[in-house]
């Protein structure tokens, strides 16, 4: 029987940096030159299957910009188990970003939670602000996972997933089942479902308008 | 700040949270400010620090409470109703999916100086103590008279006119005993106090149905209970907010709002800037509650005491329920209004292990509210910690609609966010014109 996992996946980085896009690529293999800053997308879900059929089901979390003002609810951080923080390869100011975003995870998140640094815009190499060699003694001294992608070309991008994917089952066994906790699907919740709850007789169906 | 908003909305209160996410899916450029560095306003969930912070600046946490990030303790005692308006609205909105639930495990009732548990079904409500052989057989038929109650169908009715005859007459058709009254309005109708029973019986049998529906809905109790505390419902319609560009900025004090010559808003200053806007939202805090002078834009109606209690144990006589609400009816205790106990722990991932958090709660009626409470908190066994907040209940002096400034009110007293709902619905009409009409959201939409 093929194993199931779910994943709740935070992003965090500065504005522009491609996180969105990022996502974008990942889950609809699509890209837009000309992206807003986000509005109305910051929950979207992909799965990967891993070689040895387990899949694993990412619940993506975008920021929705509320970490612009330093205003990030916990929330948002809370049963995280693993963090895409991301910079721009052009901007050596978002690496610094980054930094205090990691700073951040450390303090707030779990401790068990998997961080992937995630150098993005591959493809404007040409205007390569921040050397491989920099962001990759920074991450291996802290012990993340790192990266570089292109969401406009896709380089990378389903590979800092799946290695994600890859690393999450094993750092954290158990406690990332399906079910467990938050991460888990609604069917599979130790709790009550708002949603599927039955109207009661008489009263019309709440969702059917 | 030189961007001009539609509105700008002052306190992340579960009230101004939930108005702010609806104003932003309906398009409205909202700026969302608190002055605080947390969600929530009056109805955050606090951690450890945070908590002291605000009762006891000059302690810190004692370390055998444990970690401070364990802890998510609630301002205000409230339970979701599971058949509720408030779960109408988490539904539609789909912030459920930021969200979950457990159900809060008992409700009880206290009578003649013990707690029973108030009936989930129809077995326990044979078995109840609350109730004497032939009072359960009144019981039973003034139940069954208000499940079969159908408005178009005169039979149904036996005489009774639910929107005329007062509930005084309901009760006394069905030659029901005053125990049985208090137990009804107070432990199923949720009224504070026994005005209800003169008026009209309608509201009443509303509230009943909602009551019983809830209850059959996850069997244990009628309530259910957001895991990490109330605080995660201001944050969760923070987000849905957020997602539909709604702008946040925590930690901002507010030093003015400012109006023109004719009183009408303009803008809100926070250090030393102004940002603009058309219109205003915010909680009684940010329009000069408790502060003297200025304009008098809230007022006072009187105020609620609230005992946080941090305990070793369970409550004695509750079946070792990991939740439950205990409700005293003021009868009991020879009060005008009801004392709550609304106790949470673990299981909700609002606090350490082994640790129980009861509040204690009542509508202040003397100058020494804190003895109000005592019957309530004699009933929790032996009290490790104990944080006593005495609220004033504010309410707006104007509906806004004159000056663009439209101000929520406290939260109140009840058990429940159906009040708090109500609030919404209300500001939301003087806010946009129009009645609050729930669509559920639209699938994701990029860009
Ligand atoms: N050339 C290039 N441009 C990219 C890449 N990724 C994103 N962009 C562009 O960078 C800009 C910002 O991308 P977003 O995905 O919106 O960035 P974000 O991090 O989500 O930004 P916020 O939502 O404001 O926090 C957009 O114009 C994208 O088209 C990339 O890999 N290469
Ligand atoms: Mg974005």
Same mark, same amino acid.
């Given at each position: 029987m093929s194993k199931q996992f779910q994943f709740k996946l935070v992003l965090l980085g500065e504005s522009a940096v491609g996180k969105s896009s990022l996502v974008l690529r990942f889950v609809k293999d699509q890209f837009d030159d000309y992206r807003e800053s986000t509005i109305g997308a910051a929950f979207l879900t992909q799965t990967v299957t891993l070689s040895d059929q387990t899949t694993v089901k990412f619940e993506i979390w975008d920021t929705a910009g509320q970490e612009r003002y330093k205003s990030l609810a916990p929330m948002y951080y809370r049963n995280a188990n693993c963090a895409v923080v991301v910079y721009d390869i052009t901007q050596s100011a978002s690496l610094e970003k980054a930094r205090t975003w990691i700073r951040e995870l450390q303090r707030q998140a779990d401790p068990s939670i998997v961080i992937a640094l995630c150098g993005n815009k591959l493809d404007l190499s040409a205007r390569r602000q921040v050397t491989q060699e920099e962001a990759k003694k920074y991450a291996d001294e802290e012990g993340l996972m790192w990266t570089e992608t292109s969401a406009k070309t896709g380089e990378g991008v389903t590979e800092i997933f799946t290695a994600i994917a890859q690393k999450l089952p094993l750092t954290a066994p158990g406690a990332t089942r399906a079910g467990a906790g938050r991460t888990g699907g609604p069917s599979a919740r130790a709790g009550v479902d708002l949603n599927k709850q039955s109207t009661t007789p008489g009263q019309p169906d709440a969702c059917n308008c | 700040m030189d961007e001009e908003y539609d509105v700008v909305v002052l306190g992340t209160g579960l009230t101004e949270c939930i108005l702010s996410g609806l104003l932003s899916v309906e398009g409205k450029k909202v700026l969302h400010m608190d002055r605080n560095d947390y969600y929530g306003g009056d109805s955050a969930s606090l951690n450890l620090t945070q908590l002291y912070r605000k009762f006891r600046p000059n302690q810190t946490p004692p370390t055998e409470l444990g970690r401070d990030r364990d802890y998510a303790v609630d301002l205000v005692p409230k339970f979701i109703i599971a058949s509720g308006e408030l779960t109408k609205i988490l539904v539609h909105t789909d912030v459920t999916r930021y969200l979950e639930f457990k159900q809060i495990a008992g409700s009880f009732v206290y009578r003649d100086g013990k707690i029973s548990k108030v009936p989930s079904t129809e077995m326990e409500a044979v078995r109840s103590p609350l109730m004497g052989l032939f009072e359960?057989?009144?019981?039973?038929?003034?139940?069954? $008279?208000? =499940? +079969?109650?159908?408005?178009?169908?005169?039979?149904?009715?036996?005489?009774?006119?639910?929107?005329?005859?007062? !509930?005084?007459?309901?009760?006394?058709? $069905?030659?029901? &005993?005053?125990?049985? =009254?208090?137990f009804i309005g107070h432990a199923m109708a949720l009224y504070l106090d026994d005005d209800y029973i003169t008026k009209p019986a309608r509201p009443t049998y509303d509230r009943i149905i909602l009551y019983t529906s809830s209850m059959a809905r996850y069997g244990k109790s009628p309530y259910i209970y957001p895991l990490y505390g109330l605080g995660e419902l201001p944050q969760s319609f923070a987000r849905l907010s957020a997602i539909y560009g709604g702008t946040y900025m925590l930690d901002k004090p507010i030093e003015a709002i400012v109006t023109d010559d004719d009183g009408k808003f303009v803008g809100v200053t926070s250090a030393g800037e102004t940002v603009k806007a058309k219109q205003v939202i915010g909680d009684p805090s940010y329009f000069g509650a408790g502060q003297e002078g200025g304009k008098v834009r809230v007022l006072e109606e009187g105020k609620v005491v609230r005992a946080i209690c941090f305990l070793n144990h369970p409550i004695p006589g509750t079946e070792d329920s990991d939740s439950c609400q205990i409700i005293i009816p =003021? *009868?009991?205790? *020879?009060?005008?209004?009801?004392?709550?106990?609304? !106790?949470?722990?673990?299981?909700?991932?609002?606090?350490?292990? #082994?640790?129980?958090?009861?509040?204690? +709660?009542?509508?202040? &009626?003397?100058?020494?509210?804190?003895? &109000?409470?005592?019957?309530?908190?004699?009933?929790?066994?032996?009290?490790?910690?104990?944080?006593? #907040?005495?609220?004033?209940?504010?309410?707006?002096?104007? +509906?806004? &609609?004159?000056?663009?400034? $439209?101000?929520?009110?406290?939260? #109140?007293?009840? +058990?429940?966010?159906?009040?708090?709902?109500?609030?919404v619905q209300d500001v939301w009409k003087r806010v946009t014109g129009k009645d609050l009409v729930l669509k559920k959201r639209e699938v994701e939409v990029q860009g």
């Amino acid at each position: 029987m093929s194993k199931q996992f779910q994943f709740k996946l935070v992003l965090l980085g500065e504005s522009a940096v491609g996180k969105s896009s990022l996502v974008l690529r990942f889950v609809k293999d699509q890209f837009d030159d000309y992206r807003e800053s986000t509005i109305g997308a910051a929950f979207l879900t992909q799965t990967v299957t891993l070689s040895d059929q387990t899949t694993v089901k990412f619940e993506i979390w975008d920021t929705a910009g509320q970490e612009r003002y330093k205003s990030l609810a916990p929330m948002y951080y809370r049963n995280a188990n693993c963090a895409v923080v991301v910079y721009d390869i052009t901007q050596s100011a978002s690496l610094e970003k980054a930094r205090t975003w990691i700073r951040e995870l450390q303090r707030q998140a779990d401790p068990s939670i998997v961080i992937a640094l995630c150098g993005n815009k591959l493809d404007l190499s040409a205007r390569r602000q921040v050397t491989q060699e920099e962001a990759k003694k920074y991450a291996d001294e802290e012990g993340l996972m790192w990266t570089e992608t292109s969401a406009k070309t896709g380089e990378g991008v389903t590979e800092i997933f799946t290695a994600i994917a890859q690393k999450l089952p094993l750092t954290a066994p158990g406690a990332t089942r399906a079910g467990a906790g938050r991460t888990g699907g609604p069917s599979a919740r130790a709790g009550v479902d708002l949603n599927k709850q039955s109207t009661t007789p008489g009263q019309p169906d709440a969702c059917n308008c | 700040m030189d961007e001009e908003y539609d509105v700008v909305v002052l306190g992340t209160g579960l009230t101004e949270c939930i108005l702010s996410g609806l104003l932003s899916v309906e398009g409205k450029k909202v700026l969302h400010m608190d002055r605080n560095d947390y969600y929530g306003g009056d109805s955050a969930s606090l951690n450890l620090t945070q908590l002291y912070r605000k009762f006891r600046p000059n302690q810190t946490p004692p370390t055998e409470l444990g970690r401070d990030r364990d802890y998510a303790v609630d301002l205000v005692p409230k339970f979701i109703i599971a058949s509720g308006e408030l779960t109408k609205i988490l539904v539609h909105t789909d912030v459920t999916r930021y969200l979950e639930f457990k159900q809060i495990a008992g409700s009880f009732v206290y009578r003649d100086g013990k707690i029973s548990k108030v009936p989930s079904t129809e077995m326990e409500a044979v078995r109840s103590p609350l109730m004497g052989l032939f009072e359960k057989r009144r019981a039973k038929k003034f139940f069954e $008279f208000l =499940q +079969s109650w159908r408005d178009e169908d005169p039979s149904t009715h036996q005489g009774i006119n639910l929107d005329r005859d007062s !509930m005084k007459t309901v009760y006394e058709k $069905f030659g029901l &005993e005053p125990g049985t =009254q208090d137990f009804i309005g107070h432990a199923m109708a949720l009224y504070l106090d026994d005005d209800y029973i003169t008026k009209p019986a309608r509201p009443t049998y509303d509230r009943i149905i909602l009551y019983t529906s809830s209850m059959a809905r996850y069997g244990k109790s009628p309530y259910i209970y957001p895991l990490y505390g109330l605080g995660e419902l201001p944050q969760s319609f923070a987000r849905l907010s957020a997602i539909y560009g709604g702008t946040y900025m925590l930690d901002k004090p507010i030093e003015a709002i400012v109006t023109d010559d004719d009183g009408k808003f303009v803008g809100v200053t926070s250090a030393g800037e102004t940002v603009k806007a058309k219109q205003v939202i915010g909680d009684p805090s940010y329009f000069g509650a408790g502060q003297e002078g200025g304009k008098v834009r809230v007022l006072e109606e009187g105020k609620v005491v609230r005992a946080i209690c941090f305990l070793n144990h369970p409550i004695p006589g509750t079946e070792d329920s990991d939740s439950c609400q205990i409700i005293i009816p =003021q *009868n009991q205790v *020879n009060r005008r209004n009801d004392i709550y106990i609304a !106790m949470v722990s673990h299981t909700h991932n609002v606090c350490a292990k #082994d640790i129980y958090v009861a509040i204690v +709660s009542t509508i202040v &009626e003397t100058s020494t509210p804190e003895l &109000e409470i005592a019957p309530g908190l004699s009933l929790l066994g032996p009290i490790y910690d104990k944080f006593v #907040d005495i609220t004033p209940l504010y309410t707006p002096t104007s +509906s806004g &609609e004159a000056d663009n400034i $439209f101000i929520t009110r406290s939260y #109140d007293a009840t +058990s429940h966010f159906e009040t708090v709902v109500e609030d919404v619905q209300d500001v939301w009409k003087r806010v946009t014109g129009k009645d609050l009409v729930l669509k559920k959201r639209e699938v994701e939409v990029q860009g």
